[in-house]
């Protein structure tokens, strides 16, 4: 079964940094782009960022450009996203997402994770 | 940055409806258009890609068309568990950017 599963979603304060893994399970992770996408309480859906399978191509939303890192461990079937200088317009439930096809994606998200909550207060 | 405007924000319809819902991009995007629905508590699910393209496992009540600017999402006969909020997303050019949700109520 095709499964994607977010951890690291805790309360911090301002300023602060915090890591969200996600694991993958039941497809050939390193052949597909992995996105995340977030969703502030009582709002819609922002996109964050996208990784290409081999990791070597990376984009932002201009709102967390400079301040989130995406990444991947294709061995370890693991996305990650760091993030730093949180703000409290960063306080959101965090999912992650595989795209339908390879390269940087762009093909659409057909596998969605269960999202993981990120609290950014003091 | 592409913004998508979605129509209605809501709407109000009742179990065997016929449902449209707009989806307009601020320039050309191909058909690079995704749709997606989210009950309420629940990950997004996507319904159609290249925006005419039915997902597997999707019923075939729902469909897309439109390219260029212009989308459409038809719900054929709208079920009970089609109750949910439809959001569209190019996927054109990064940064992807999504539409801000038609949420579909029960009349």
């Known amino acids: 079964e095709v499964q994607l599963l977010e951890s690291g979603g805790d309360l911090v304060q301002p300023g602060g940094s915090l890591r969200l893994s996600c694991a993958a399970s039941g497809f050939t992770f390193s052949s597909y782009a992995m996105s995340w996408v977030r969703q502030a309480p009582g709002k819609g859906l922002e996109w964050v960022s996208v990784i290409s399978g081999s990791g070597g191509n990376t984009y932002y939303a201009d709102s967390v450009k400079g301040r989130f890192t995406i990444s991947r461990d294709n061995p370890k079937n693991t996305l990650y996203l760091q993030m730093n200088s949180l703000r409290a317009e960063d306080t959101a439930v965090y999912y992650c997402?595989?795209?339908?096809?390879?390269?940087?994606?762009?093909?659409?998200?057909?596998?969605w994770g269960q999202g993981t909550t990120v609290t950014v207060s003091s | 940055d592409i913004q998508m405007t979605q129509s209605p924000s809501s709407l109000s319809a009742s179990v065997g409806d016929r449902v449209t819902i707009t989806c307009r991009a601020s320039?050309?995007?191909?058909?690079?258009l995704s749709w997606y629905q989210q009950r309420p508590g629940k990950a997004p699910k996507l319904l159609i890609y290249a925006a005419s393209s039915l997902q597997s496992g999707v019923p075939s009540r729902f469909s897309g068309s439109g390219s260029g600017t212009d989308f459409t999402l038809t719900i054929s006969s709208l079920q009970p568990e089609d109750f949910a909020t439809y959001y569209c997303?190019?996927?054109?050019?990064?940064?992807?950017?999504f539409g801000q949700g038609t949420k579909v109520e029960i009349k």
């Open positions: 997402a595989k795209d339908r096809g390879g390269g940087t994606g762009g093909y659409g998200m057909d596998v």
């Open positions: 320039q050309s995007i191909s058909n690079y």
């Open positions: 997303q190019q996927i054109y050019n990064t940064p992807w950017t």
